[in-house]
């Protein structure tokens, strides 16, 4: 395509995504289905622009007076990619299963798209800020209620409204930086280092962590969608792309500073950490459709930090090799987790169409038999989250345990040490996440007769979900080609050539195999298919041979008939055990109402009695301490300054007329 | 000595609310109730206390006789809340050894409550017994529970005794009364062998069966059967202790005793077994005392009460015995406790022995509660066991029970609460209860 | 200060050494070995109420009624059956009086051998307990069935041999059926007792199944009331194929 060509459409892309709002007003499949064409059009831009590295499409002159552009460069052409990925499946999605919800969705969905894209293909600062506002209000508007929810201090929306302009604020603070520092709001490179440097380094972590939804911020994460009705679209946007927004404008930055001094890549490396393990408990532990995959994304993005981490370390100690590989992972996670997140969170609208509820507990299956390209679609997706061979989320876990692995070459202890706790609690995080995703695939998706069907077109979900099944597996067992692919964003972040980690294994042809180090470790995912499937080809033929001796019998239930509904294990009793381990960390309490004198009825009749385990995110109470606080405080100033008495009022203006007369005078 | 083990109370002159009162039998047809008095020791028989009431501890006794099959043998409130469910554990479990459900309501690791159900392996044995002879009701009586079978055989006979007035000679009482310990001995180290086993004490758990199953030997030794069986009934051709066998007794029992005194000394310098042990299953005193517990469980929570000592029959009326008491409640207690009772059976042993009555000299039985029926009572291993026997023209023509595992099964189910599920097995094997003698 | 290492080199080995030597008089006693009659021994109708359970007949002595009470040895019998009475046919046990049989390698068919281990699964129908515990007690040190290659399960699933003790109930027929069901083939089904042989005692009771054999196929009966440890450590081994042979006049 030529460069104009590429251009044009790019810049056609972002229009036609805003385009979607004011078409959905009249229309709401009308809006939908133009953000499809739009994110696919934009996909077709991201990918021509990942080839031959750059793509500008129209330039203006701001009202400051610098020039803005909408450009793809290597970076930003990746985020896009993924982000349009996203967005045409949950465009999809929409057009089929969006028929209920408010008017205000599809509008507020449509300027959410518009503003991420914007702000991913905008070169200068000014206009990137405007993209990221208009995300945080569009957003906002996409899960907005009415009223807050009872026995809520404030509603979900307003939480995510919060932390969102918490978000701006810092992130205005690191582009006021960055605008000293270089003289402009054009995105470019500030070498020098100093405290100016540090100060856009920790407000961009802080912005961007909040946004991403990093510890301790991952309240603005799962809040809004585990307690709010945002509806399956918005929740995928949500968790998905405005996550991948986050990361984006904390790559975009550090890849215009300076090589990082050791602590910066240890600050990243331990917050990434503290997310990775914070949210695969909790994940664990949730009974909610959507909660536990919001918990989910917090470890993932935990996760690109980690990586992330990892290679800012390397950058700081030297090691070329490391540093590329870590930067390729943390690339990796990310559109492996955006796609995978897409899908189960598809799935979980899926699930909640047909049994009408969100409740893990309550569900017995939620699909039938014959949707089965949705339900491999959304197996493809839990088992990649839970790092299952050969899909993405297995090769992604792999690079980035095996970046931690090699920890030992930085030379001062503490930092060996920093990277050998992340290690263990990325080790712990991916046991857990195991324990969830289980959890979710068994009490969720898993099909039983008692599953309704679907209602509406199922054909097109089932399209979506399969083509993004297919999309996780060809990105886990094609990775090396994709880390080809990738090569142009690693090395536009890094603003310098990167080689790529593929290489050779024995008789494993040439590219087959990722190189972790040099010489460390080594990985063949085209290869674990192969062997997975003779692995299954040999369990097949002895299931086949032995159909004739084989007899089938109920679970032995010692000796009871086979078990009921209610006589199974819970979704919440296959978490307990971990909700009772945990419990200093989780503030696991059992709370009991109504409690009779002893559990035995005193021969009289018998009152049921109730006992619920609960568990708690002890951020959230610092962060409802914090609110309560500052409720009081602003109440306590307002009352002391207004109290609403007259004569206190003409006391004010007295004293100020006087300052005035006084202040006049002196001065004239 | 005629005391009779009770006092005779009218139903208007007996406040069986008072505290410390338990109740301790109530017969099928309404006529007698028998209950504790835990602060005096004694024990009152009350005449026509009208119709069973059809909750708290009567009922779980009377469900074992009526026809409903499974029944619940405790009723633990409803639990309701998040997650809670039903987990169904049995009938076959091997765990359990027997055949007996549990259901245990469970948000997953802790018990919130646990329903025992038992009549799965109901033997009909009361509706096999009318019209029997003494002897021949005798064969299914001792098979009720097979290492109970001296405690059952011991008081049906006692009862029947009463009923008809019978005299019988004291070495006959002797030599139930020696049976009957010799079981009891059996059965606590068989209840501690399999605690050790529930909490993988592979070493202590194998001595401790290797001595029980001596017991059982000597058991079948001296009265030809391991389990008693026909060496106590009438008319049978039961193994009777002549003097030569009363002679090799003793060095057994002295051996006996001091290889487990030592084997108990390493069980208590075992820190592991005792911390799995301590604080489990715990039955308060008041608890105890209200579900209508008894035995060595409820003397482990703190209730002097045992049948040879505050209801005796001879030969106990003559015997010197310690009453073993802890009263913390929970399973160490009742380990203890059993310790406390094995050692004590051990004296009692010897004292028999010694104290042999001569040839001819007969025994009084206790006054009949009607005329043509007897009740009795003896410490079973599992606790106190009542029978109330109706005898008619020598046949057996009615039988009431009250065994100790359908007084228990309720302090199980109360002790099990907010347990984890890693610690049932020390629960159920502390209680030392059958299911075989839940039902009729 | 003692260990449990010393106190179990001071017991020494306790175990017995069974089948590879025969049973002693301590580990069989009187009641652990079928009755059989005397050569003297009365016979006609008039024996018949010499046993409550019915298992002399005129010309007969039913060891699988037998409930070991003893009533008969004053009548002409005394216990001196062997200990391997484990049969893998119930009319086998059916003796006839005058002349029982002996037992030989020869006289019956083998069952389709286990070999090395075997899984065993104890299934209680109706029993006074007395059964259970001579089944646990093969687990003692004094027996020790693991040297002999036999474990006890937890689950039927993983079991080649079906242990049934006690007298069939109405409430453990689905139970038992499940039970049965679940065990993969090979399988085997031991009958362990009087109760589920012919009922024992209890055989004229109400709504009971006085014979397993109705309920699920029997591969192996092992009477006595209870049959001691050894008693069923035969009927296991002979369900294996590998009981001890001996010839007992």
């Known amino acids: 395509m030529s460069v104009d060509l590429a251009g044009a459409l790019l810049t056609a892309a972002i229009a036609g995504l805003f385009a979607g709002a004011p078409l959905a007003v009249v229309r709401r499949s009308a809006g939908y289905a133009t953000t499809l064409v739009a994110s696919l059009l934009l996909l077709v831009v991201a990918a021509d622009a990942l080839r031959v590295g750059s793509v500008t499409g129209v330039a203006w002159t701001g009202p400051l007076g610098d020039p803005e552009s909408l450009s793809l460069d290597g970076l930003s052409a990746f985020f896009a990619l993924a982000?349009?990925?996203?967005?045409?499946?949950?465009?999809?999605?929409?057009?089929?299963?969006?028929?209920?919800?408010?008017?205000?969705?599809?509008?507020?969905?449509?300027?959410?798209?518009?503003?991420?894209?914007?702000?991913?293909?905008?070169?200068?600062?000014?206009?990137?800020?405007?993209?990221?506002?208009?995300?945080?209000?569009?957003?906002?508007?996409?899960?907005?209620?009415?009223?807050?929810?009872?026995?809520?201090?404030?509603?979900?929306?307003?939480?995510?409204?919060?932390?969102?302009?918490?978000?701006?604020?810092?992130?205005?603070?690191?582009?006021?930086?960055?605008?000293?520092?270089?003289?402009?709001?054009?995105?470019?490179?500030?070498?020098?280092?100093?405290?100016?440097?540090t100060l856009v380094f920790v407000a961009a972590l802080i912005g961007f962590g909040l946004k991403m939804g990093v510890a301790p911020f991952h309240m603005s994460e799962w809040l809004p969608i585990a307690h709010s009705s945002a509806p399956s679209n918005a929740s995928a946007v949500l968790s998905a792309t405005l996550t991948l927004a986050g990361a984006y404008g904390l790559f975009r930055v550090l890849s215009l500073l300076a090589a990082p001094p050791l602590w910066w890549g240890a600050l990243v490396l331990g917050i990434g950490a503290v997310s990775v393990l914070l949210g695969a408990l909790f994940a664990a532990v949730s009974e909610h459709t959507k909660g536990l995959p919001a918990y989910s994304t917090i470890e993932n993005n935990g996760l690109i930090l980690v990586a992330l981490g990892s290679a800012l370390l390397a950058q700081a100690e030297g090691l070329t090799a490391l540093y590329a590989f870590a930067l390729f992972a943390a690339f990796y996670q990310a559109i492996a987790h955006a796609v995978a997140k897409t899908a189960l969170f598809l799935s979980a609208g899926y699930v909640e169409h047909s049994t009408g509820t969100f409740d893990l507990g309550a569900i017995e299956g939620g699909f039938k038999r014959t949707d089965g390209a949705a339900y491999a679609g959304s197996v493809a997706a839990t088992l990649s989250l839970a790092a299952a061979p050969p899909l993405a989320g297995?090769?992604?876990?792999?690079?980035?345990?095996?970046?931690?692995?090699?920890?030992?070459?930085?030379?001062?202890?503490?930092?060996?040490?920093?990277?050998?706790?992340?290690?263990?609690?990325?080790?712990?995080?991916?046991?857990?996440?195991?324990?969830?995703?289980?959890?979710?695939?068994?009490?969720?998706?898993?099909?039983?007769?008692?599953?309704?069907?679907?209602?509406?077109?199922?054909?097109?979900?089932?399209?979506?979900?399969?083509?993004?099944?297919?999309?996780?597996?060809?990105?886990?067992?094609?990775?090396?080609?994709?880390?080809?692919?990738?090569?142009?964003?690693?090395?536009?972040?890094?603003?310098?050539?990167?080689?790529?980690?593929?290489?050779?294994?024995?008789?494993?042809?040439?590219?087959?195999?990722?190189?972790?180090?040099?010489?460390?470790?080594?990985?063949?995912?085209?290869?674990?298919?192969i062997a997975l499937s003779i692995g299954a080809a040999v369990g097949a033929g002895y299931w086949l041979l032995g159909r004739a001796g084989r007899r089938r019998v109920p679970v032995w239930m010692a000796g009871s008939a086979p078990a009921r509904t209610d006589e199974t294990y819970t979704s919440f009793g296959f978490s307990s055990g971990i909700r009772i381990m945990m419990r200093s960390v989780l503030q696991t309490r059992e709370v009991r109402a109504s409690t009779p004198s002893g559990t035995t009825a005193e021969f009289a009749g018998a009152v049921p009695y109730s006992v619920d385990l609960e568990v708690l995110d002890v951020f959230k109470v610092f962060y409802d301490g914090l609110v309560s606080g500052g409720a009081r405080f602003s109440t306590a100033l307002k009352t002391a300054i207004m109290p609403g008495r007259p004569g206190r009022y003409l006391a004010y203006i007295l004293i100020v007329t006087l300052v005035v007369v006084i202040y006049t005078a002196a001065v004239g | 000595m005629t005391r009779a083990p009770w006092t005779l109370v009218e139903a208007d002159r007996f406040d069986a609310g008072r505290a410390d009162r338990a109740l301790a039998y109530w017969s099928p047809d309404g006529r007698f109730a028998l209950y504790n008095d835990y602060r005096t020791g004694q024990s009152f028989l009350v005449s026509d206390p009208g119709p069973i009431p059809d909750q708290g501890p009567p009922s779980w006794w009377a469900r074992g006789a009526g026809p409903a099959r499974p029944f619940s043998l405790a009723d633990p409130a409803p639990v309701e809340g998040y997650g809670v469910f039903t987990f169904p554990y049995g009938p076959v479990s091997l765990g359990v050894a027997e055949s007996g459900r549990f259901d245990l309501r469970t948000y997953g690791e802790r018990i919130l409550a646990v329903t025992p159900i038992g009549g799965f392996k109901s033997r009909r044995l009361r509706a096999g017994l009318a019209g029997l002879s003494l002897a021949d009701a005798g064969l299914r009586i001792e098979r009720t529970v097979g290492n109970f079978a001296a405690a059952h055989v011991a008081a049906f006979l006692a009862a029947a005794e009463s009923a008809v007035g019978a005299e019988v000679p004291l070495e006959e009482l002797w030599v139930r009364a020696f049976a009957q310990e010799l079981q009891?001995?059996?059965?606590?180290?068989?209840?501690?062998?399999?605690?050790?086993?529930?909490?993988?004490?592979?070493?202590?758990?194998?001595?401790a069966h290797a001595l029980a199953e001596e017991m059982v030997r000597f058991q079948g030794r001296v009265f030809g059967h391991r389990w008693l069986f026909g060496a106590l009934l009438p008319g049978g051709p039961a193994r009777r202790l002549g003097s030569e066998d009363r002679r090799a007794i003793p060095g057994f029992l002295t051996g006996h005793e001091q290889a487990f005194d030592r084997l108990w000394s390493l069980f208590l310098e075992s820190r592991t077994f005792i911390d799995r042990i301590q604080a489990t299953a715990p039955v308060p005193r008041d608890r105890a005392v209200r579900l209508g517990g008894v035995g060595p469980t409820l003397r482990a929570s703190g209730v002097a009460w045992d049948d040879r000592l505050r209801v005796p029959h001879a030969p106990y009326t003559d015997l010197f015995l310690t009453l073993p008491q802890e009263s913390a409640g929970d399973a160490l207690a009742r380990v203890l406790v059993r310790v406390q009772e094995i050692r004590a059976s051990f004296s009692l042993l010897e004292q028999l022995l010694e104290r042999w009555p001569s040839n001819g000299a007969v025994g009084t039985p206790d006054p009949p509660i009607a005329p043509g029926r007897g009740l009795a009572r003896v410490e079973a291993p599992s606790g106190d066991l009542v029978y109330d026997v109706t005898v008619r023209a020598g046949r057996v023509d009615q039988v009431g029970v009250r065994t100790a595992s359908q007084a228990n099964f309720p302090l199980l189910a109360e002790g099990l609460r907010d347990q984890v599920f890693t610690d049932f097995h020390f629960a159920y094997e502390s209680f030392g209860l059958v299911f075989a003698e839940t039902d009729g | 200060m003692s260990t449990w290492l010393e106190a179990s080199v001071r017991r020494g080995i306790l175990t017995t050494r069974y089948p590879a030597s025969a049973a002693t008089a301590d580990e069989v006693p009187a009641t652990g070995r079928g009755p059989r009659a005397r050569p003297g021994a009365s016979g006609g109708a008039a024996l018949a109420d010499a046993c409550p359970v019915g298992a002399i007949g005129p010309e007969t002595l039913d060891q699988g009624r037998c409930i070991r009470c003893a009533r008969c040895l004053p009548r002409g019998f005394d216990f001196s059956g062997p200990v391997e009475a484990s049969t893998t046919d119930r009319a086998a046990l059916l003796e006839p009086r005058a002349a029982p049989p002996l037992r030989t390698a020869d006289s019956e068919a083998p069952l389709r051998p286990f070999s090395r281990s075997l899984h065993v699964f104890l299934v209680d129908v109706g029993s006074c307990n007395a059964c259970n515990l001579e089944v646990l007690a093969l687990a003692n040190p004094y027996y020790d069935s693991q040297r002999l290659g036999i474990f006890f399960t937890n689950s039927p699933r993983h079991a080649d041999v079906l242990l049934v003790v006690g007298v069939p109930t109405p409430e453990m027929a689905e139970p038992l059926r499940r039970a049965f069901e679940a065990l993969p083939g090979p399988k085997a089904v031991v009958a362990v007792g009087a109760c589920p042989i012919s009922g024992g005692v209890f055989r004229g009771n109400p709504d009971l199944t006085p014979s397993l054999a109705d309920l699920v196929p029997v591969d192996v009966f092992v009477p006595g009331c209870p049959p001691t440890p050894l008693g069923v450590l035969d009927g296991i081994l002979r369900a294996a194929g590998r009981a001890r042979r001996e010839a007992v006049p």
């Open chain 1, 394 to 529: 297995f090769v992604s876990e792999w690079m980035i345990l095996e970046a931690l692995f090699q920890s030992y070459r930085f030379r001062p202890e503490w930092v060996q040490f920093v990277g050998l706790l992340a290690g263990a609690a990325v080790a712990l995080a991916a046991g857990l996440i195991l324990v969830a995703m289980t959890k979710y695939l068994g009490f969720s998706l898993l099909w039983s007769p008692a599953s309704r069907g679907p209602q509406g077109r199922s054909a097109l979900l089932g399209g979506v979900l399969g083509a993004l099944g297919a999309v996780i597996l060809g990105l886990g067992v094609a990775a090396p080609w994709v880390l080809e692919m990738l090569a142009p964003t690693v090395s536009a972040f890094a603003r310098a050539p990167i080689a790529v980690p593929v290489g050779q294994l024995l008789s494993v042809p040439n590219g087959w195999s990722i190189l972790s180090g040099a010489p460390f470790g080594i990985l063949s995912p085209p290869v674990v298919p």
């Open chain 2, 184 to 207: 009891r001995i059996y059965n606590h180290l068989h209840v501690i062998a399999r605690i050790a086993e529930a909490a993988n004490q592979n070493v202590g758990s194998a001595q």
């Open chain 1, 83 to 197: 982000a349009s990925v996203v967005w045409a499946g949950t465009s999809a999605y929409s057009l089929a299963y969006d028929t209920r919800s408010s008017p205000l969705l599809p509008i507020c969905y449509a300027v959410t798209l518009g503003a991420i894209a914007l702000l991913v293909a905008a070169t200068n600062w000014f206009l990137f800020l405007v993209g990221w506002e208009t995300m945080t209000l569009a957003s906002y508007g996409m899960i907005l209620q009415a009223r807050g929810r009872p026995g809520r201090v404030f509603s979900a929306s307003f939480v995510f409204l919060a932390f969102g302009e918490a978000s701006t604020l810092f992130v205005i603070v690191a582009v006021a930086g960055l605008r000293v520092g270089t003289g402009s709001f054009v995105q470019l490179p500030y070498l020098a280092t100093g405290a100016v440097a």
